[in-house]
């Protein structure tokens, strides 16, 4: 039996042997899509579900109490923490790209980094990585000539390459559905030449519309892998996070319930006419007990008594458990339990890299793919650049930069540089403090100004040493 959470091909890489072959045989382009659709989609559904805070297991699992007991549906968010986390950890500080060969160059990519929100643009793409393992790129030029690059959604996204060991981008893959249309299903097949328009017929094939030409010299849809496995980042620990979810869960229905307290009551309410499965029903949903006490002859009987019954609670077994449940979620997906007073305690940037180690690890392996798939990006705006006339460069000059967003001690570093017998300009020790000072140049000048008004004057009709009292 395959108790495997996902289908097998849910994560598979598609290749196929040319572009030529895919273009002419619509039938297999169409297989494509309706496996994306089958077997990859459904996977990539339930993780934009966890991360939403709609976690499947617990919400649309069978009733796992009694109608008339509660049956709290508890869903906790560590999907969204561990991605939000780690999206902030790598790109909380925005990516920097820098061409130090030539000014003009330099600021072409400011600028077509500017136009396409490039910050925010980025931190979606980290996004997309850590809930699906992938996330896809659109470049394509706009309406007013712009270079233009955005996100494409992963549930309707998909790239297919050649078949060789280095497996070359082939193609790229778009589809939607138009539920104002008819159900209308589109279709676009990006090469790196063309773009390919279809419409799914009534016949279930794709009949071509529109076919246009574009610059890129590459394929125009850019795929950036989390890992080599494109595995989100808490899709390993889904199934803890159902654990988790059915023992909270248990624990508020405990509490709800022990607010019910079922009355037991031994005696004899000459009950003996009635109904006793009707009886039953209405001294649960009332919750009583109803016990006759044993007869011992001679008109004599057991204990008469009336008491409330309490559910046994094992409080400091099943938090253990709900602990020990959340530190592994947090230890296999290397991001720190903020409240764990241990990491609580060490609040230097230095100590906090100790604890993020696993972490780091993981960082190094995103930033390598993500530069991969960055560099990529900026090839094709090369060649598209080429092919406009707007300045060519060299993409392997391109430095790229990732900045970890920890908070730094600041003290430290300067204690240290002091120590070594370093000095630091008026202007580096203003921007130090970012909160009060937000332009170290204006406040050197109004610290100027200021010097020069209350500067005394002197009469030199009175004589050269005598301050004028008047000012």
């Not at 040319?18 to 339930?46: A, G, M």
């Not at 499947?56 to 869903?75: F, N, P, Q």
């Not at 309490?310 to 020990?324: F, L, P, S, W």
Request: charged share 30%; glycine share 6%; net charge negative.
């Amino acid at each position: 039996m395959d108790n495997r959470r996902f289908s097998k091909e849910a994560n598979i890489h598609y290749t196929y042997p040319s572009v030529e072959q895919l273009v002419e045989k619509t039938d297999d382009l169409l297989k494509f899509i309706v496996h994306h659709e089958n077997e990859q989609c459904p996977r990539l559904r339930e993780l934009k579900d966890y991360h939403e805070g709609n976690n499947t297991r617990i919400l649309k699992g069978r009733r796992r109490k009694e109608d008339h007991l509660a049956d709290h549906r508890s869903v906790n968010s560590f999907a969204a923490y561990i991605v939000d986390f780690i999206q902030g950890f790598i790109v909380g500080i925005p990516i920097k790209t820098e061409y130090s060969n030539s000014i003009k160059i330099n600021n072409l990519l400011k600028d077509i980094n500017r136009t396409n929100d490039a910050d925010e643009h980025n931190s979606n793409l980290v996004l997309d990585q850590s809930i699906y393992g992938r996330a896809y790129e659109l470049l394509y030029r706009s309406q007013n000539d712009k270079t233009r690059f955005t996100i494409s959604d992963v549930l309707q996204t998909f790239v297919i390459y050649d078949d060789t060991v280095e497996m070359t981008p082939l193609a790229g893959v778009r589809y939607f559905v138009n539920q104002f249309k008819d159900n209308e299903k589109t279709v676009y097949l990006y090469t790196d030449k063309n773009i390919y328009k279809y419409v799914v017929d009534e016949n279930g094939k794709l009949s071509e519309k529109e076919t246009k030409t574009h610059a890129f010299n590459g394929v125009p849809i850019i795929e950036y892998e989390n890992n080599r496995f494109r595995l989100g980042d808490f899709e390993r620990v889904l199934n803890l996070i159902d654990l988790y979810d059915e023992a909270q869960s248990d624990t508020a229905n405990y509490m709800t319930d022990l607010n019910d307290a079922l009355l037991l009551i031994k005696g004899r309410l000459g009950l003996e006419e009635e109904d006793p499965i009707e009886v039953a029903k209405q001294m649960r949903d009332a919750n009583l007990l109803y016990m006759e006490p044993p007869e011992f002859g001679e008109g004599k009987e057991g204990v008469i008594d009336a008491k409330y019954l309490y559910k046994q609670y094992d409080v400091q077994g099943t938090e253990a458990y709900k602990d020990r449940v959340k530190n592994d979620i947090h230890m296999f997906t290397y991001t720190p339990n903020l409240d764990d007073n241990k990491f609580a305690g060490n609040k230097t940037g230095e100590a906090l890299k100790y604890k993020l180690f696993g972490l780091e690890q993981k960082r190094a392996i995103k930033e390598r793919l993500f530069k991969k798939s960055l560099r990529n990006r900026y090839r094709l705006i090369n060649n598209l650049g080429n092919a406009a006339s707007e300045g060519e460069f060299d993409v392997n000059e391109i430095k790229i930069t990732f900045t970890p967003n920890l908070p730094k001690s600041i003290k430290d570093e300067i204690d240290a540089f002091v120590a070594l017998g370093g000095e630091l300009s008026e202007q580096t020790k203003l921007s130090l403090l970012s909160t009060v000072v937000e332009n170290p140049l204006e406040e050197i000048e109004r610290k100027r100004q200021e010097g020069q008004r209350d500067r005394p004057t002197y009469d030199f009709e009175r004589g050269r040493n005598e301050v004028n009292d008047d000012e």
